[in-house]
DNA sequence: CTTGAATCTGACATGAGTGTCAGGTTCTAG
DNA sequence: CTAGAACCTGACACTCATGTCAGATTCAAG
């Protein structure tokens, strides 16, 4: 498919599509002319690399992991370096206190708006 | 307590405790001379603060929300607006994908990391 | 062909919290 | 009184994914 239905199916701008390339983190096969087409399976990477941005990951350490990832048609994967399980560890404690503090602050507007609703 | 002691307590830089004010999350007293006086609930503010912006809220949404909030002191809290409240139940909606986002890389590392543990 | 939609590259702008520096003032211990 | 630590204001820089614009090229349908 062509970049603005990928665009289209993934919520994602054409803009940070061809971003998400230059920075190694997708890629495209080009028609003679230039244009970029993409696998099927480019959606779900898109969705992907979206969920990891959300987490906080930068576009470098999104790039280490990918491949490390199995695909979705299951295909192989390549092993991650003992660095970059330390690297991901830690993400992942980050992640853990993300989610802690996100239920906290959710708490506090649940509290909020409870609190308005019985007026 | 003076804005050293707060940004020691709490983990954030002075900067920002400025920064905070100055966008009116947080007031300070002043001594005659003009250095910034905290109480102690302070600190459980600053953090309340820092969990709201890491759950995406902006300053302006935590302007209006900190006095809806129950104080630490169990004090009394102003009433959230419905207009506060819609904003607030998005948000909340927002926090809620953000945590699946969250579960989802999270368990995208832990497949990364346990194939690369049994190794 | 032609024409309009889609795509291309490259460059500059934006946001929002934070870092940092400069130059000056206040506080506090000795 | 004094030295040095702590604090003040204001301004500019940064991050980094994303928005946006310009000007050119390609694609696909009539």
């Known amino acids: 498919m062509r970049i603005g239905e990928l665009a289209r199916r993934t ?10 390339e230059k920075q190694g983190m997708l890629s495209a096969e080009r028609t003679p002319g230039g244009h970029r087409e993409y696998p099927e399976a480019a959606v779900d990477r898109v ?8 987490a906080g990951l930068c576009s470098e ?13 299951g295909g192989p994967s390549v092993r991650a370096t003992p660095d970059l399980v330390a690297d991901l560890t830690a993400e992942r404690a980050r992640i853990d206190r993300m989610i802690a503090d996100l239920v906290r602050s ?13 007026s």
């Open 11 to 20: 919520n994602v701008s054409e803009r940070s599509l061809r971003y998400y």
């Open 47 to 54: 969705i992907r690399i979206q969920e990891l941005f959300a």
């Open 61 to 73: 350490k999104i790039v280490q992991l990918l491949p490390c990832m199995r695909d979705t048609d």
């Open 106 to 118: 959710r708490d506090t507007l649940d509290e909020v708006i409870e609190a308005a609703r019985l």
